[in-house]
């Protein structure tokens, strides 16, 4: 299994909004990372898990919350965005160590703020 | 800091033919690794080729193939052979080991044309 898989695949919230984007990988990864892609722009790393512990926080704003409640998960809490939070948002995993250092990426979710 | 630049925003090439995509970076590690990751219309990253920078030897997949030039700080990915199915964005990428951080330059659309 080399999946990671992200849901939901398409999200329409309003500003006022609180809402949840989930990832999930089963190759016993010990990192996690969350990043915003806008259209036809490169990935911006926001999160990084190592081990369950958040590692690297690229200055995101609080309104983004990360959570990874274990090993196989991580989640991101969604609250009162702005409509310029609108993106895909990929979530990726990777082995942690000098080896097998390539990122698997999810399908990602698309993201509108309204 | 690291900085991935990817010259060439978009290119073209007929089916069948050869092409080449070129990534530069600026480092100051002498030990790193370097990605080309394609991106499909389907979203989804997907490692391409993978290059561990004390390698000498040029990394290959199948009909992919890179020429690293760590001197010049150079890893270009040529593809042979194209098909319809490599047309995607295609970003190069850098990260330092233990990092857990890639760096990805600006990326280049690919257009394969029958």
């Given at each position: 299994d080399t999946e990671v898989t992200q849901t939901p695949k398409h999200l329409v919230m309003g500003m006022t909004n609180k809402k949840s984007l989930k990832c999930e990988q089963h190759m016993g990864h010990r990192a996690m990372y969350w990043y915003k892609q806008k259209a036809k722009k490169p990935p911006e790393l926001m999160f990084v898990y190592s081990y369950e512990k958040l590692s690297i926080n690229?200055?995101?704003?609080?309104?983004?919350?990360?959570?990874?409640?274990?090993?196989?998960?991580l989640n991101l809490h969604l609250h009162a965005l702005q409509p310029e939070d609108s993106a895909l948002y990929l979530c990726a995993s990777s082995q942690l160590g000098t080896e097998?250092?390539?990122a698997f990426?999810?399908?990602g979710t698309r993201l509108t703020v309204v | 800091a690291q900085t991935v630049t990817q010259s060439q925003p978009e290119m073209s090439v007929q089916e069948a033919e050869t092409v080449t995509l070129s990534c530069t970076y600026d480092t100051s590690e002498s030990n790193y690794y370097l990605f080309w990751y394609k991106q499909p219309p389907s979203r989804q990253m997907?490692?391409?080729i993978r290059q561990e920078a004390y390698k000498q030897q040029n990394a290959t997949e199948n009909r992919f193939s890179v020429n690293f030039q760590k001197a010049a700080k150079s890893f270009s990915l040529k593809i042979s052979d194209s098909q319809l199915g490599d047309t995607a964005m295609y970003f190069c990428a850098f990260m330092k080991p233990l990092h857990n951080k890639f760096y990805f330059g600006s990326g280049t659309k690919l257009n394969v044309k029958p």
């Open positions: 690229e200055s995101v704003p609080s309104r983004f919350s990360p959570e990874c409640p274990n090993s196989s998960l097998n250092t390539e990426f999810g399908q | 997907i490692l391409v």
